[in-house]
């Protein structure tokens, strides 16, 4: 009896409060990491491929931790991509709410899955073999039931509280802080045509996933971390893994660079613009817009605080979030003030001709020669050192 109470009290190792900390970090960041590499980036994005062995362990990893099905996951994280800040978007604070994202995000999961058309359409090119189909996918919640009692037989009824930590590891990481908060709160590196944000710049904790602005600026690239300061854990496992054999990445975002003395755009500075087209937009809000907007509020003798927060961030994405007031007092300011509605404009056409899909780059690039020319003889300094600037960028090798 005495045996009995003692096993029900400490599990079969007995171990000691710290040894369970260590246990429970462990496994959480693998469980991180079998949703980042594997779920994230091998899977919805296909930028990355692990060796059999170590995707499968990554696959078992995530159905005995979260009951996630792996079909399901990632047709849920493309039509993210796809349909993002819109009513599609299962998980977007924009029209949900961040308190609905952040602590409810789970439901709107579990929403998205009975959308079974939709899975089927996003959710391609997933695993289909004898156990995905026979164990993975029909009992998905068995895997979080044989680890409640691996919890208790190794840890005793503290195993409970391990095992509900752990269960909440995705609902809170994942689901609340990453598609919530990495859409509502943190710094952009790149202006693109959502609210994604970087959380941090150290991806210590989430595996990486705190860059959500990067990964949306380019959603195929394996590394997450765009500039020096910045850290990806999970991009750091990728390197150990191909070292050893085990990964071969297949996307990895380029790396701007900037020719000096080029004096005309070319077929490289067209590639480099569209690849880094959003961090174009954020340098251009930097450096040409905001110069000019202080320019004008200072002819004014008034703030730029003036416009107010949402009418100067509505300069840096064309209005797109602002209320239909707002983009009306806005357009109001531009009229009275020509030097910054010029900049706006000249923003407007660089977005146009750089979304010129259907258009062939000999055109495409035509109308960038075109648009550095004009800006050069604009006038206005801050935009034509910008454009200067440009028909300079270029695309470094792959450091693959």
């Not at 680890?147 to 190794?154: E, I, N, Q, S, W």
């Not at 595996?207 to 195929?220: K, Q």
Request: charged fraction near 20%; charge should be positive.
């Amino acid at each position: 009896m005495t045996s009995l109470l003692d096993l029900l009290a400490a599990g079969l190792t007995g171990s000691p409060w710290w040894l369970i900390a260590i246990y429970f970090v462990v496994v959480m960041q693998l469980t991180i990491f079998s949703v980042t590499l594997y779920l994230h980036r091998s899977q919805a994005h296909r930028s990355v491929e692990f060796h059999p062995v170590i995707a499968h362990f990554f696959r078992f990893w995530a159905w005995l931790t979260t009951a996630m099905v792996t079909k399901e996951w990632v047709a849920i994280h493309r039509l993210h991509h796809a349909r993002c800040e819109t009513e599609e978007d299962p998980h977007s604070p924009l029209i949900h709410g961040i308190g609905k994202v952040v602590f409810r995000g789970v439901t709107l999961y579990q929403q998205s899955s009975k959308d079974r058309e939709m899975i089927e359409q996003y959710g391609v090119n997933c695993p289909n073999d004898w156990i995905e189909r026979k164990l993975y996918t029909p009992f998905c919640a068995l895997g979080p039931t044989l680890l409640l009692f691996v919890d208790l037989a190794l840890f005793g009824a503290i195993g409970i509280t391990v095992w509900a930590l752990q269960m909440l590891t995705i609902p809170v990481l994942a689901a609340g802080v990453v598609n919530g908060l990495g859409h509502w709160w943190g710094y952009r590196n790149f202006e693109t045509f959502d609210m994604s944000t970087n959380l941090t710049p150290w991806g210590l904790v989430i595996g990486g996933e705190e860059l959500h602005n990067n990964h949306h600026a380019f959603p195929s690239s394996a590394r997450f971390s765009m500039r020096r300061a910045e850290f990806d854990m999970g991009w750091a496992v990728i390197r150990v893994l191909r070292r050893l054999g085990l990964a071969k990445v297949l996307r990895e975002a380029p790396r701007l660079s900037i020719r000096e003395q080029i004096e005309t755009p070319d077929q490289e500075t067209l590639r480099a613009v569209v690849s880094y087209r959003f961090q174009i937009f954020k340098r251009y809000f930097k450096e040409v817009t905001l110069p000019v907007v202080r320019q004008e509020v200072g002819k004014a003798q008034e703030s730029a605080a003036g416009l107010g927060r949402r009418l100067r961030k509505g300069l840096a994405n064309d209005g797109r979030w602002l209320d239909e007031g707002s983009r009306q007092r806005l357009g109001l300011w531009l009229a009275d003030n020509p030097m910054a509605a010029t900049v706006v404009e000249y923003r407007q056409r660089l977005t146009d001709l750089i979304n010129r899909s259907g258009k062939s780059s000999q055109v495409m690039l035509e109308s960038l020669q075109q648009w550095c020319q004009e800006a050069e003889r604009s006038g206005i300094a801050s935009l034509e050192q910008f454009a200067r600037s440009l028909r300079g960028y270029t695309l470094e090798p792959s450091s693959r």
